[in-house]
């Protein structure tokens, strides 16, 4: 039986219900009575259930797609300005005891090289990170217990924010480490992270269980639960995902909106952001043995009615996606993007040799850190590498009221020329950083409350003579 407030995984993610969800969408696909008073009632900005967003999906009029569109557009502007968080991936180790079919970390795998970081290593990749400019990183692991126990990660991540190179820090560290218990998601608390994340890869019970064959990872309850542990364990910043390909794009967006509505309904907060990652070629995978992968033009659809159904939750691209499609759905309610990620165990700090790669996946976005903030900032974006709400403790319902209450642009707003600044001036190339001066420059004008714009600039001041790390 479907209920959202239930803790067991069949029922808040609960099969019929989606199946119910799916044919009600087909049914009204063309209802266009229905259609339009969904569109009012996400103009309302609280968000739309599974139900209602799904018909939307389902719909494919062009002018009321389009209508779609123009209101992802309007809501990213609204709620997320045009900010856009940078942060890079940071690879611990590839050793897996899995057995996912998608990706070259299975423990079958017998060529793809086995790394894991030791901590002089990691400070050799966080230096790197450091020195293109990043400050936020989401690490991520393997799931092996004898080689990346918790104890490993922990120790990572104190190292990692234990760096100090030059002018850089690493201020935030989110995970992506597979479902552990609430034990250990107390330890990741306690250890500062900033977001859990982990992917529920595909919420069809049938196909997970079939695409995880054989490791920890097999049991569709304990890694559809996580979450839910893990904000027993005291995080409430947590972040969903599905990896688009595996299942029916429509099966897996109902089910990642029950997802949501189970965590705000359970724990008062919905998921901090959300991933829409799609499969990518690997060392052994190829993605086209994959039956159900989507076009970018149904990818930029998801991307929309994710913005318009969950308005306060961040959306995440990385650089699985090329420049183009990242360009067309930063349009549409993108708020975080990587930039210059290596998805391999090591690689910042020196190149792997081609033949020896230990990559999870190819990326498709190669270009530079710099060369991401300026084709941002031509598109009148403000890169921002604002770590803020979590450091001042505003994080799960503190952060969503934040979002609601419109002082967004007071505090998230100064924060990204902030943190923008710093990086002009410590990492830009000559041409990023006149480009990146004209639009902190201009942007000030768009701090609303006076005092909140004029200590903004005095700060920008105190950075250009050697300050750092301000914050609202
Ligand atoms: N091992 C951890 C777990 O089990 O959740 C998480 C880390 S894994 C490095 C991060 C994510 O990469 C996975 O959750 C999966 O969705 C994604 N991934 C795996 N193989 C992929 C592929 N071939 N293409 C794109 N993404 C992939």
Known sequence: MYNPKSLKAEEFINHEE???????????????????????KAKERKGLSHRDASVLLACDNEEIIQEMYDLAEQFKKDFYGNRIVMFAPLYLSNYCVNGCVYCPYHMKNKHIPRKKLTQEEIKREVIALQDMGHKRLAIEAGEDPVNNPI?????????????????????????????????????LKDAGIGTYILFQETYHKESYEKLHPTGPKHNYAY??????????????????????????????????????????????????????????????????????????????????????????TGMIISTRESKSVREKVIRLGVSQISGASRTSVGGYAEAEPEDESSAQFDVSDNRTLDEVVHWLMDMKYIPSFCTACYREGRTGDRFMALCKSKQIQNCCHPNALLTLKEYLMDYASPDTKKLGEELIERELENIPNPKAREVCIENLKKIEEGQRDFRF
């Open 18 to 40: 989606i199946l119910d969800t799916l044919a009600y969408a087909e049914s009204n696909k063309d209802n266009y009575e229905l259609i339009h008073s969904i569109i009012e």
């Open 151 to 187: 104890e490993y990660i922990l120790e990572c991540i104190n190292t990692i924010y234990s760096i100090q190179h030059k002018n850089g820090a690493i201020r935030r560290v989110n995970v992506n480490i597979a479902a552990t218990t609430v034990e250990n998601y107390r330890k």
């Open 223 to 312: 890694h559809t639960e996580a979450m839910d542990r893990a904000m027993d364990g005291g995080i409430d910043d947590v972040g969903l995902g599905v990896l688009f390909g595996l299942e029916l794009y429509k099966y897996e967006f109902a089910g990642l909106l029950m997802h949501a509505e189970h965590l705000e309904a359970v724990h008062g907060v919905g998921p901090h952001t959300i991933s829409v990652p799609r499969i990518k070629r690997a060392d052994d995978i190829d993605p086209s043995t994959f039956d159900n992968g989507i076009s970018d033009e149904i990818f930029a659809k998801l991307c929309a009615l994710i913005r318009i159904s969950v308005p306060y």
